[in-house]
T-cell receptor, first 113, second 118 residues
Framework: KAGVTQTPRYLIKTRGQQVTLSCSPI?????VSWYQQTPGQGLQFLFE???????NKGNFPGRFSGRQFSNSRSEMNVSTLELGDSALYLC????????????FGPGTRLTVT | AQKITQTQPGMFVQEKEAVTLDCTYD???????LFWYKQPSSGEMIFLIY??????QNATEGRYSLNFQKARKSANLVISASQLGDSAMYFC???????????????FGTGTRLQVTL
């Protein structure tokens, strides 16, 4: 069974630009969550999608948005990039049963210059 | 208040020895789950073990076991027979179901960097 895949793996952008990150969950998994990891703030929850609906959202500004498609693939968009958006962005998928574990992808490392 | 507390920023253990990584949590939700993840320098988060709040027995997965003490709100990870490949960051995380019972997100601790030595 293929794991969670994220593309691209590495990205360099300039302040003010926008970026779209992609995540393909494990086959059969319907829940996709996004996390931001930085040395200063650690791992922080961005949002969760289930059946194309955002079910939960973390404390991030509106520049961070996401969506989920009917095949459960998810995209995350960050507009008007700031230097502080440089981070490892991790996507996780789960079956969404009561005991479901979240399986993470390899992450997209975004550098904003 | 921190929901997940990992008080050990770094730990050293000799190869083949056992090591315990500490984790305490804070929640008022009666239904929650506790997870441990390993993050090598490559960055990928690797799922290790899960404990549900209603589980009667401590979880075990191979060399990993979770010492779950509900009354003390602690969920320590025990790694037996440490190997050099165990050197990594280890994160404790909690999932709360909330009032609706449908939303789920993981709240992570700050992590413990484990170094296994010869």
């Amino acid at each position: 069974k293929a794991g969670v895949t994220q593309t691209p793996r590495y990205l360099i952008k300039t302040r003010g630009q926008q970026v779209t990150l992609s995540c393909s969950p494990i086959s059969g998994h319907r829940s996709v969550s996004w996390y931001q990891q930085t040395p200063g703030q650690g791992l922080q929850f961005l949002f969760e999608y289930f059946s194309e609906t955002q079910r939960n959202k973390g404390n991030f500004p509106g520049r961070f948005s996401g969506r989920q498609f009917s095949n459960s693939r998810s995209e995350m968009n960050v507009s008007t990039l700031e230097l502080g958006d440089s981070a490892l962005y991790l996507c996780a998928s789960s079956l969404d049963s009561r005991r479901s574990e979240q399986y993470f992808g390899p992450g997209t490392r975004l550098t904003v210059t | 208040a921190q929901k997940i507390t990992q008080t050990q920023p770094g730990m050293f253990v000799q190869e083949k020895e056992a090591v315990t990584l500490d984790c305490t949590y804070d929640t008022s939700d009666p239904s929650y789950g506790l997870f441990w993840y390993k993050q090598p320098s490559s960055g990928e988060m690797i799922f290790l073990i899960y404990q549900g709040s209603y589980d009667q027995q401590n979880a075990t997965e191979g060399r990993y076991s979770l010492n779950f003490q509900k009354a003390r709100k602690s969920a320590n990870l025990v790694i037996s027979a440490s190997q050099l490949g165990d050197s990594a960051m280890y994160f404790c995380a909690m999932r709360e179901r909330g009032v609706t019972g449908t939303a789920s997100k993981l709240t992570f601790g700050t992590g413990t960097r484990l170094q296994v030595t010869l």
